[in-house]
C-alpha cells in the first residue's frame, strides 16, 4: 500500500488528486504507546498513536488508534526414541520440548502447562521386529496460556527377544531357535 508508512495507514487525500504519503512534504513522526510488553501474555491491546508532531502544507493529521494482537507461539513436542522387544506393547517414553520464545525465560515449567501427552503408533504388539516405526505425542490435550502445541515423532524400534532355556538353547523371536551342543 504507497499510503502505509512506519506501521501507520494514512487515509483521507483529496479525491482525483495525486496525493499520497510520499510527495505531501510530511515532515514529523508518529508516536506509539500500548500496554503490551515484550514476553507478556497473548491477548489484545490497545495502539495510542500521536500524530501532534506530524506537518504537511495542505494536510492536518488525525490518530485513530489501533489494536495489538498476540497469539500463541508454537510449541514443538516430540516423542523422545524409544526400543521395545518383541512381544511387547509400544509405549511412549516421554518428550521433548522446543521452540520457547527466544530471549524469554519460558521453559515447561512455567509456562502454565496442564494436560496430559498420549501416544498412537504405528507398530501393534507381535508386529515385526525393525527400525521403521514411529512413536508420535497426541498432544490435543496440552494447554497453556502462550502457546499452542505441534506434536513429531520419534523413532520407535522393536528388537528380537532373546531368551536361554535350561537345556542350553537360545531363543530369538520371533522366527529362530538355536540349540546350543556341548562340547
Known amino acids: 500500500d504507497d499510503n502505509s508508512h512506519n506501521g501507520v495507514t494514512y487515509t483521507g487525500f483529496i479525491v ?5 504519503i510520499d510527495n505531501i512534504n510530511l515532515t514529523g513522526n508518529v508516536s506509539y504507546s500500548y500496554t503490551y510488553t515484550r514476553y507478556g501474555n497473548v ?3 490497545e495502539i495510542s498513536i500521536d500524530v501532534a508532531d506530524l506537518k504537511s502544507t495542505n494536510y492536518e493529521f488525525e490518530a485513530a488508534d ?8 508454537k510449541l514443538t513436542v516430540t516423542a523422545n ?27 515447561i515449567n512455567n509456562i502454565g502447562l496442564s494436560g496430559e501427552v498420549t501416544y498412537s503408533f504405528n507398530y501393534s504388539q507381535f508386529g515385526n521386529v525393525g527400525s ?12 497453556s496460556t502462550n502457546y499452542e502445541f505441534v506434536g513429531a515423532a520419534g523413532k520407535l524400534t522393536v528388537s528380537q527377544k532373546v ?15 538355536v540349540n546350543v551342543v556341548g562340547e
Open 66 to 73: 489501533g489494536k495489538l494482537t498476540v497469539n500463541k507461539a
Open 16 to 20: 482525483g488528486s495525486s496525493d499520497t
Open 43 to 45: 491477548g489484545s491491546y
Open 81 to 107: 526414541a524409544h526400543t521395545i522387544t518383541y512381544g511387547a506393547a509400544p509405549t511412549g517414553n516421554g518428550v521433548t520440548y522446543s521452540g520457547f520464545v527466544v530471549g524469554s525465560s519460558d521453559n
Open 163 to 177: 531368551t536361554s532355556t535350561d537345556d542350553g538353547s537360545i531363543i530369538f523371536e520371533p522366527d529362530i531357535t
Open 132 to 143: 521403521n516405526y514411529t512413536i508420535t505425542p497426541v498432544v490435543t490435550g496440552l494447554s
